[in-house]
């Protein structure tokens, strides 16, 4: 059985860090797509970073470019979100989802993806 658990999550200062885990069980993920995806209280679930699976490609949403920092480690069989400089508007409950192909730039679409976390907050405040 798939199964993806989330945690890292809390609260942090406006400028802190948090680093976010997905740990894995169920399959091996160097052979899948992972996502992180985010939903903030009244908006929907959007796109933050995918990485992808054998070849580690990297994709990153623009409001969080040369912030966040998506990573895996495979023999943890975990992908990382490494994120810095959190604003506020970052505050969120994420999300780790698994994709069995690779899409590309099509990867922000949550639809493609099979499989999902439970979810950790993350909330940016002072």
């Known amino acids: 059985q798939v199964q993806l658990v989330e945690s890292g999550g809390g609260l942090v200062q406006p400028g802190g860090s948090l680093r976010l885990s997905c740990a894995a069980s169920?399959?091996?993920?160097?052979?899948?797509?992972i996502g992180w995806f985010r939903q903030a209280p009244g908006k929907e679930r959007e796109g933050v970073s995918c990485?992808?699976?054998?070849?580690?490609?990297?994709y990153y949403a623009d409001s969080v470019k040369g912030r966040f920092t998506i990573s895996r480690d495979k023999p943890k069989n975990t992908v990382y979100l490494q994120m810095n400089n959190l604003k506020p508007e970052d505050t969120a409950v994420y999300y780790c989802?698994?994709?069995?192909?690779?899409?590309?730039?099509?990867?922000?679409?949550?639809?493609?993806?099979?499989?999902w976390g439970q979810g950790t907050q993350v909330t940016v405040s002072s």
């Open positions: 989802a698994a994709a069995a192909y690779w899409y590309g730039s099509s990867w922000s679409k949550e639809q493609l993806y099979e499989d």
């Open positions: 169920g399959f091996t993920l160097p052979y899948y797509a």
């Open positions: 990485i992808s699976g054998s070849d580690t490609r990297t």
